[in-house]
């Protein structure tokens, strides 16, 4: 059975958002927009990066931070399994530096939340300038 346009519309404005949070800049790079892709793939893994490393890898606590670990997940799924990393060993983190990476790995996974929406907006604007032409 041959599907519509407009399912496959849908299908691509999936695609689009899934590659976008599974690798930052993913979306744009599949768009076309590889220079673009390549700035928001170093800013969000850089972000991402100096939180872990101010923090350490116990920034990432599924159990007891569960609204930071929202947050973080928008990242990438690769978060969940330093999330389980982090519950399994012992990870503590205390003070300033654990609150700091949080904050960073936090910002980090809402800005990728952020170019999802924007890659996928992107995406159904140009599907639709193909339709109008």
């Not at 872990?52 to 690769?78: E, K």
Request: proline content about 3%.
């Amino acid at each position: 059975m041959a599907q519509s346009a407009k399912e496959n519309h849908v299908v691509f404005l999936i695609s689009t958002g899934a590659l976008a949070w599974l690798v930052p800049g993913g979306g744009h790079f599949i768009l076309g927009e590889k220079r673009r892709a390549v700035i928001i793939f170093v800013a969000i893994v850089l972000t991402f990066l100096v939180g872990v490393y101010v923090g350490s890898v116990g920034v990432i606590d599924p159990v007891h931070a569960r609204p930071w670990y929202f947050a973080q997940m928008m990242n990438s799924p690769l978060v969940m399994i330093l999330g389980r990393v982090g519950a399994t060993g012992n990870y503590r983190v205390y003070g300033r530096a654990g609150e700091i990476g949080q904050i960073y790995t936090s910002i980090a996974g809402l800005l990728n939340l952020l170019c999802v929406v924007n890659a996928i907006y992107m995406a159904h604007l140009r599907s639709v300038e193909k339709t109008e032409a």
